[in-house]
């Protein structure tokens, strides 16, 4: 079974930065696309940003330009570099498989006030 460890989150200001960890159990990052995904409060859980199998990206488009996903292989750990943050990015944000395919970790909050 699976395993998906959120951590990194915070309370920034505007225009701050963070950086998320996702560690997961057993040795899958390499052959499945992950994703990192956020839910706001009273709002559905949306997709961030992906990175496949083969490594290609992709992003929300609001989040395009400020976040960025990587991950470590030997690791098997999943980044999301987070900048610019804004206070609409308040949120617990979570990994999962592109698509998701887990059960959910318990995930990492991220909050954005000055």
């Known amino acids: 079974q699976v395993q998906l460890v959120e951590s990194g989150g915070g309370s920034v200001q505007p225009g701050g930065s963070l950086i998320l960890s996702c560690a997961v159990s057993g040795s899958i990052v390499k052959f499945i696309g992950m994703g990192w995904y956020r839910q706001a409060p009273g709002k559905q859980r949306d997709l961030v940003a992906g990175i496949s199998s083969v490594g290609s990206t992709k992003y929300a488009e609001f989040v395009k330009g400020r976040f960025f996903i990587s991950r470590d292989i030997a690791k098997n750990t999943v980044y999301l570099q987070m900048n610019g943050l804004k206070p609409e990015d308040t949120a617990v944000y979570y990994c999962?498989?592109?698509?998701?395919?887990?059960?959910w970790g318990q995930g990492t909050q991220v909050t954005v006030s000055s």
């Open positions: 999962n498989g592109d698509p998701a395919r887990y059960g």
